[in-house]
């Protein structure tokens, strides 16, 4: 065989790895964005998450042939070139001595910087235009979905402030009366304002079939956006290390129907109306304070609560 | 550097080469020992411990909490001091700051024929201390793996099942920082400390004395965190959040101690290493002709000395808020959570090419030796190196893109990230160009070289996942982030260290490790390696977060089949470890190794053992390293000038020693 390969030139090597790499990657990527893609993580739950698996299968569709590329490449070359490797040393022969190739080296530079570039516009169009794509983005984000207003009494979404401590969850809805459940309940179809702080040390937000991610850290309201668009289950875990229970600081939810979650609302609220008194008034942060309660001395959006729920904005009626 | 083979006026030979003094007259029990260090260490804590509980012990906070993290950290100083000490390490600069003027240290090392506890001593020849770092390394190396075993039995069952939660935390913090600090000189210690002055032709290090310092921190930093399981465990794994940290058990103490020691001993041993490439060149040996080896320990110490002061200072001030109460990481009285992950990671990520570097190093070492071909596009890949190290400053966000921290600077973080897929593919580019038409051997470290790069493709690659905010909105924090790095950092650095073994140890020690059962190793942790990781990929985007031990029912399967992939890990360790002790001490078959693999590299060049100046006369370099069949003569001549005359690859002015 050795001798057969020797009588090609360069080129003509060249040629066959691309036409082998060609092919190869054609078939390899038609199959991962068709096939492959739409059982990519996390699902379609939510606008999010179908936004996520979408950026999934166009990445893994691109890093497809640069695979292709060096595997084939090495198979090739190991293929057609390698010796036997107990050559001894005084027998062995030098390969050509290339030290360099100006336009191998040109074009391959400039591939890799037209490709980073391209995924840093594809990744950054994706992120402003998803409002965040479901991912915490600080007390004041910019990239935010229509109807969104930082003041909590003019904002049109749906806010549910996500609360994590060592080692639970809880959500209160502040335009009900600042309710504190247990479970995550939102309605499908509306855009949903997460608010999620942390009352100790750092935890992380992870809605995973809804493809929203948040860090809670003590002392910041960190904003994530998320818009369910199936009734059914919402699997909740602390994705960020807090501690010997972090294992199972899970909750769970349901994306229901805008009716259903009227009705649930309005029935949390009424069965806690006496409790809600005790608990600390509704804040974006909450810090520990020297009488053992957690509020911000600082920051009282609402209106203490009354003895019925705050009237619902109107996007939600 | 021009060529220059004139000797240099000389200087007093006591001041400049304190290594060439081997009287040996004094008993051993006058210097510095092991077991001075260990009753050095004893002491020191004793005494920390006591001056700790004697200054706070009537403070409200410990009172009230039973625990004295002053007793603990200042025995944990003081122990470290104490080893240091007895180690006859801090004789020479105490004796110079008084103004004594001490005689050059004893040094067995130096010796061509070395006494067995040469390598059980505090010894300045950069050869012993790099014997000393491959014992230690794979040490180190194979005390973390077990705790891995011991993550991946707990993980057989997505419940509860062997490990209490506490437990199970504090294994996973031992394995991920044991692993993280300790490996971040797993090539620079051993084959950098010994190769680079080979490589460049130098007599020695420039600061032997900070160089042994370096090494012998890693034995006290690594019993300091394994000591944290006795005092209580620590709750954080190896990235030490801070509100978390601060309110943790003791052992997170022996966490912060041991890292701010790793990052000392990262500091000092970078140092030597920078200014000896720069200073202690051999006539001749330009910068072109620098070894891309050298060039990547050279990129390598830099982004030490860079980067670890940071983590130093962060470890510090953890200790801070745990000890004396400041409020640096708590919010509540103007601190911020955010900080410690600010600093952590803007030392963790230049880590993570510390850990990467070393591997392109021996990857690109290695190809044109065993194709016989020049390096492809040297100064691309020398380019490549320096670009991923400068870059390697710029990224560290990435690991907060869901933190809410600077959430519109996003898309710059997530520019800058992916940049360094540029340099780092130059890494393929040069080993593209090197592999065509070259005449490969695929002998056992090309086996672990063309291992690298198909792990580390894979390790790149899943990296732009976690490089673009959208994606990374799924993949972060999970066992995604988790294979990815253990693709690039287990998949390339510690298969390449296993590579730079094969290749290098005929060269420390004159014996071959078994050819046939290293490549029974090769394929049994390739195929371990990637069974045991690629499914890991799956199992994050599926759901499951890092660090737990409870998971859906429905992800046990792919656990089970990760962890017994793990097990036959371990089974192909044991067979790299029986191997190595065979080969080296139970049944050695002595070689010369000059002209094992053919290369051409003017670490192949001196004599075996390599004397104790490394060269016996100063070697001109005539050529590059990678000059395969361009007709260039050897890369080298062993000049005239006897080493021990010459100074001429060594400032005239230098005092000697550090």
Redesign the interface.
């Known amino acids: 065989m050795a001798a057969k390969t020797d009588e090609r030139t360069d080129k003509q090597h060249l040629q066959r790895i691309g036409l082998i790499w060609l092919v190869v990657s054609l078939v390899a990527m038609a199959l991962v964005y068709f096939w492959w893609g739409p059982h990519l993580p996390p699902g379609t739950d939510s606008v999010e998450a179908k936004g996520q698996q979408f950026d999934n299968r166009v990445l893994a569709t691109i890093a497809t042939p640069v695979f292709l590329f060096v595997w084939v490449y090495l198979l090739y070359v190991l293929v057609h070139w390698r010796v036997k490797s107990d050559t001894p040393v005084s027998e062995l022969e030098d390969g050509p001595p290339v030290k360099g190739h100006r336009g191998f080296q040109a074009t391959w530079m400039i591939v890799t910087s037209v490709t980073v570039f391209a995924l840093f516009v594809f990744g950054t169009v994706e992120l402003v235009q998803n409002a965040g794509a479901g991912t915490g983005s600080g007390q004041a984000p910019i990239w935010t979905p229509v109807g969104y207003k930082q003041n909590l009494n003019k904002t049109k979404l749906l806010v549910v402030q996500v609360i994590g401590q060592q080692w639970r969850w809880t959500f209160r809805y502040p335009q009900f009366g600042g309710v504190e459940t247990s479970q995550l309940y939102m309605p499908s179809g509306q855009e949903v304002q997460f608010a999620v702080t942390s009352l100790d040390v750092i935890h992380s937000f992870w809605a995973v079939n809804l493809g929203i991610k948040a860090d809670a850290n003590p002392g910041v309201n960190n904003i994530a956006f998320g818009e369910a668009t199936k009734n059914g289950l919402i699997n909740i875990r602390c994705i960020e290390l807090c501690g010997i229970w972090h294992g199972s600081m899970y909750a769970n939810g349901h994306v229901v129907s805008l009716a259903d979650f009227h009705t649930w609302i309005t029935a949390q609220a009424a069965t806690h109306r006496q409790l809600i008194p005790y608990l600390p008034p509704y804040a974006n942060i909450y810090l520990p304070q020297a009488d053992g309660g957690y509020y911000d001395p600082n920051t009282n959006p609402l209106p203490p609560p009354g003895p019925t729920p705050n009237p619902v904005p109107s996007v939600i009626q | 550097m021009a060529i220059d083979t004139t000797p240099a006026p000389s200087v007093d030979e006591s001041g400049s080469a304190p290594l060439h003094n081997t009287h040996d007259t004094k008993p051993w029990y006058t210097e510095g020992n092991l077991v001075y260090a260990l009753i050095g260490a004893v002491l020191g804590y004793t005494i920390g411990h006591w001056f700790g509980n004697w200054l706070a012990s009537g403070y409200q906070q410990i009172q009230g909490s039973g625990q004295n993290d002053y007793a603990l950290v200042l025995g944990y100083l003081l122990a470290t001091i104490g080893w240091l000490a007895g180690l006859g390490i801090l004789n020479y600069p105490l004796m110079k700051m008084v103004g004594l003027h001490p005689s050059p240290d004893e040094d067995d090392g130096a010796k061509a024929h070395r006494p067995l506890r040469a390598y059980f001593t505090y010894t300045l020849d950069h050869k012993v201390v790099g014997v000393q770092y491959l014992v230690g390394m794979l040490f180190y190396f194979f005390t973390a793996g077990l705790f891995a075993l011991a993550i991946r039995t707990e993980l057989l069952s997505p419940t509860r099942h062997i490990l209490p939660?506490?437990s199970?935390?504090t294994v996973v913090g031992e394995h991920g920082t044991m692993m993280m600090m300790m490996m971040t000189s797993v090539i620079l210690g051993p084959f950098g400390n010994y190769f680079i002055p080979l490589m460049i032709g130098a007599r020695r290090m420039a600061f032997p004395r900070l160089e042994a310092l370096s090494f012998w921190i890693t034995p006290a930093a690594f019993i300091v965190l394994l000591s944290g399981i006795i005092v209580g465990g620590f709750?954080?794994?190896w990235?030490g959040?801070?509100?978390?940290a601060v309110?943790?058990t003791q052992g997170q103490d022996a966490y912060l101690v041991a890292f701010g020691l790793m990052g000392t001993s990262m500091i000092v041993g970078g140092f030597n290493i920078v200014v000896t490439v720069i200073n202690y060149r051999a006539p001749g040996m330009t910068w072109t002709r620098v070894p891309i080896f050298t060039w990547a320990m050279l990129v390598t110490a830099m982004l030490m000395v860079l980067a670890a002061p940071v983590l130093v200072a962060g470890t510090y001030m953890s200790l801070l808020d745990r000890t004396v109460q400041t409020a640096l990481f708590d919010?509540?009285h103007g601190g911020?959570?955010?900080l410690w992950?600010n600093l952590y990671w803007f030392f963790g990520h230049p880590e993570v090419y510390i850990l990467a570097l070393p591997g392109f190093g021996i990857a690109l070492e290695l190809l044109p030796v065993f194709?016989?071909?020049?390096?492809?596009?040297?100064?691309?890949a020398v380019a490549g190196m320096v670009g991923v190290g400068m870059l390697s400053f710029f990224v560290w966000q990435h690991h907060?893109?869901?933190?809410?921290?600077?959430?519109?600077m996003?898309?710059v973080v997530?520019?800058t990230t992916?940049?360094i897929?540029?340099p780092t593919?130059?890494v393929?580019?040069v080993a593209?160009?090197t592999?065509?038409?070259?005449?490969?051997?695929?002998?056992v470290p090309?086996l672990f070289i063309?291992g690298m790069?198909?792990n580390f493709?894979?390790g790149g690659?899943s990296g732009?996942?976690l490089?673009?905010?959208?994606?990374?909105?799924?993949a972060?924090?999970?066992f995604f982030v988790m294979a990815h790095f253990h693709y690039t950092i287990m998949g390339g650095l510690i298969f390449t260290f296993f590579g730079g073994i094969y290749y290098w140890l005929p060269k420390m020690t004159g014996r071959q490790l078994d050819q046939r059962l290293g490549r029974i190793h090769f394929w049994t942790l390739f195929i371990f390696f990637n069974s045991t990781f690629l499914p890991l990929f799956a199992v994050g985007?599926?759901?499951m977060?890092?660090?737990?031990?409870?998971?859906e029912k429905t992800l046990q399967g792919l656990n089970m089949w990760v962890s017994i992939s793990a097990y036959f890990i371990a089974l192909s360790m044991l067979i790299f470890i029986y191997n190595f002790i065979k080969s080296t001490i139970l049944d050695p078959k002595p070689i010369i190794p000059d002209?094992?693999?053919?290369s051409r590299g003017l670490e192949w060049m001196t004599e075996n053992p390599v004397p104790e100046n490394n060269f016996a006369h100063v070697p001109t370099v005539l050529s590059g390293p990678y000059?395969?069949?361009?007709?260039a003569g050897p890369m080298a001549v062993i000049g005239a000038v006897p080493v021990e005359a010459a100074t001429s690859n060594e400032p005239v002015t230098h005092e000697g020693g550090s």
């Open positions: 939660p506490g199970y935390l709750p954080t794994g990235t959040y801070a509100p978390l309110e943790a919010v509540n911020s959570s955010y992950q194709g016989r071909k020049p390096l492809f596009g040297y100064r691309t907060l893109f869901v933190s809410g921290m600077n959430p519109d996003r898309p997530m520019l992916e940049m897929s540029i593919g130059i393929y580019l593209v160009g592999l065509w038409r070259a005449k490969l051997r695929i002998t090309v063309l790069l198909f493709l894979i690659i732009v996942f490089s673009d905010v959208p994606t990374d909105a799924v972060h924090g999970t985007e599926l759901g977060p890092r660090r737990v031990f409870e998971y002209d094992l693999w053919g000059e395969y069949g361009t007709g």
